[in-house]
């Protein structure tokens, strides 16, 4: 079963243990995210993830006072065009100026009363090597070393659309250093089980050698892929996704349509009420369907999903018929 459970450590302080369903905050999409946070800030008690360019730009809170532990993005999202795959459609983005040296003076001007985890930097103008991605991140990790650092694993050209992964199974050994890996969802692979399959074999090389690291997989917060990308050996999982859909038994819905499902009301509600209740509503969704995953770790029931529990035990047995490490 790759299912697992990880302690964050830093020093001899747990500041964290997974797996942890990160409600993600980002300019991008969303011009109102100060707005958001402020509202959101009432309800949220576990961590986070933000982005240093927003933090540069001033466009969220300067002080973030309300979660346990923040995850600190290097704002390569934001800095680009492009949309994930949570998005519908294409809203117009005209990103702000960014680079390392951006970054940086974010790290080196960062404090918190919360423990932070900061992102290696994905740069929006050129591509590297998955070595030199190591040694970047390496390179951040001594000059803050108050910080725990997590490698973001990108592709190495233009021209890829996905990581290089089999370079990155034969480099697992360098993983060892980082607090955590990451890897965006849409740069794994181009199907949802392909994806699963190359979580599964990463985290079977990482147990092979003794790397008790999490796996974090960026941009997946809707709750029928995270359960999968779980089940198959990540971690932790962090998107927009809570922001722009409703969660309704392990789908996702349009916010109109979520409305009236949970609550006849909601045919009369104005649009911005509607995302309000939605917005909480999708918070206390994800701290539930954590308590499902601490549950399945400890007793190997699917049932505790409720809902999709049928498919999550099909996906399962493909995964496991499929990748040689799991048999």
């Given at each position: 079963?790759?299912?697992?459970?990880?302690?964050?450590?830093?020093?001899?302080?747990?500041?964290?243990e997974?797996?942890?369903?990160?409600?993600s905050?980002?300019?991008?999409g969303f011009?109102?995210?100060r707005?958001?946070?402020?509202?959101?800030?009432?309800?949220i008690?576990?961590?986070?993830?933000?982005?240093?360019?927003?933090?540069?730009?001033?466009?969220?809170?300067?002080?973030?006072?309300?979660?346990?532990?923040?995850?600190?993005?290097?704002?390569?999202?934001?800095?680009?065009?492009?949309?994930d795959?949570?998005?519908?459609?294409?809203?117009?983005?005209k990103?702000?100026?960014w680079?390392?040296?951006?970054?940086?003076?974010?790290?080196?001007?960062?404090?918190?009363?919360?423990?932070?985890?900061?992102?290696?930097?994905?740069?929006?103008?050129?591509?590297?090597?998955?070595?030199?991605q190591?040694?970047?991140?390496?390179?951040?990790?001594?000059?803050?070393?108050?910080?725990?650092?997590?490698?973001?694993?990108k592709?190495?050209?233009?021209k890829?659309?996905?990581?290089?992964?089999?370079?990155?199974?034969?480099?697992?050994?360098?993983?060892?250093?980082?607090?955590?890996?990451?890897?965006?969802?849409?740069?794994?692979?181009?199907s949802?089980?392909?994806?699963?399959?190359?979580?599964?074999?990463?985290?079977?090389?990482?147990?092979a050698?003794g790397?008790?690291?999490?796996?974090?997989?960026?941009?997946s917060?809707?709750?029928?892929?995270?359960?999968?990308?779980?089940?198959?050996?990540?971690?932790?999982f962090?998107?927009?996704t809570?922001l722009?859909?409703?969660?309704?038994?392990?789908?996702?819905?349009?916010?109109?349509?979520?409305?009236?499902?949970?609550?006849?009301?909601?045919?009369?509600r104005?649009?911005?009420?509607?995302?309000?209740e939605?917005?909480?509503?999708n918070y206390?969704?994800?701290?539930?369907?954590?308590?499902?995953?601490?549950?399945?770790?400890?007793?190997?029931?699917?049932?505790?999903?409720?809902?999709?529990?049928p498919?999550?035990?099909?996906?399962?047995?493909?995964?496991?018929?499929?990748?040689?490490?799991?048999?």
């Open positions: 079963m790759f299912a697992r459970r990880t302690k964050i450590v830093l020093g001899a302080q747990t500041v964290a997974t797996p942890l369903l990160l409600p905050f980002s300019s991008k011009p109102q995210v707005q958001i946070m402020s509202l959101m800030a009432e309800f008690t576990g961590p986070i993830l933000i982005s240093s360019y927003d933090v540069h730009y001033r466009l969220i809170p300067k002080k973030i006072t309300f979660p346990q532990l923040l995850f600190l993005d290097s704002g390569g999202y934001e800095a680009r065009v492009e949309h795959l949570s998005e519908t459609y294409g809203k117009l983005h990103p702000r100026k680079s390392q040296q951006l970054y940086e003076r974010v790290l080196t001007h960062w404090s918190s009363k919360w423990p932070t985890i900061a992102v290696s930097f994905d740069s929006p103008a050129k591509f590297l090597g998955l070595s030199k190591i040694d970047g991140a390496v390179e951040l990790q001594k000059r803050y070393p108050h910080l725990l650092w997590e490698l973001l694993v592709p190495e050209t233009a890829d659309t996905f990581i290089s992964f089999e370079k990155l199974i034969k480099r697992v050994e360098h993983l060892r250093r980082f607090a955590v890996v990451g890897i965006t969802e849409k740069e794994l692979d181009d949802l089980f392909g994806a699963m399959t190359k979580i599964a074999r990463l985290r079977t090389q990482m147990n050698a790397i008790d690291i999490p796996i974090h997989i960026f941009g917060l809707d709750p029928l892929t995270t359960v999968l990308y779980f089940l198959a050996g990540a971690e932790i962090d998107g927009l809570w722009r859909f409703g969660y309704h038994a392990g789908k996702t819905i349009y916010y109109q349509n979520y409305a009236v499902i949970r609550d006849s009301t909601g045919l009369r104005r649009t911005h009420d509607q995302y309000h939605m917005w909480r509503s206390y969704y994800l701290e539930k369907l954590r308590t499902q995953m601490i549950n399945f770790v400890r007793t190997g029931d699917l049932t505790h999903f409720e809902a999709i529990h498919q999550l035990s099909d996906a399962l047995t493909q995964l496991q018929a499929t990748v040689p490490e799991t048999r």
